[in-house]
């Protein structure tokens, strides 16, 4: 069993910054893919970042690329995202996921945080 928490949402203005963070606790917890998914009212969850156990591989969907940054910092079992140049299309509520055999889809992650809301104005 893997649980976690997320932190770090919060208002914004266009064009600012915010880092989410990530707490994972669980025996395991840092051995699995992470990723970090958001969902905007009446829409899909959307991928974001994930980051594999070791770091190696980093992978981002593609409104967010050049803007945010995925880490992980195994020692802690912190998972963390850096949102630059936040647009007000970035609002949603921000979730945390572990999975063993993960990738861009909600549905390959076995564990998900509460979630955290970022909120960009305009």
């Known amino acids: 069993q893997v649980q976690l928490v997320e932190s770090g949402g919060g208002l914004v203005q266009a064009g600012g910054s915010l880092r989410l963070s990530c707490a994972a606790s669980g025996r395991t917890s840092d051995t699995y893919i992470m990723g970090w998914f958001r969902q905007a009212p009446g829409k899909e969850r959307e991928f974001v970042a994930l980051i594999t156990s070791s770091g190696a591989y980093l992978d981002y969907g593609d409104s967010v690329k050049g803007r945010f940054t995925i880490s992980r910092d195994r020692a802690k079992n912190m998972v963390y995202l850096q949102m630059n140049s936040l647009k007000p299309e970035d609002t949603a509520v921000y979730y945390c996921?572990?999975?063993?055999?993960?990738?861009?889809?909600?549905?390959?992650?076995?564990?998900w945080g509460q979630g955290t809301q970022v909120t960009v104005s305009s």
């Open positions: 996921g572990a999975g063993v055999v993960a990738g861009t889809s909600p549905n390959r992650y076995d564990y």
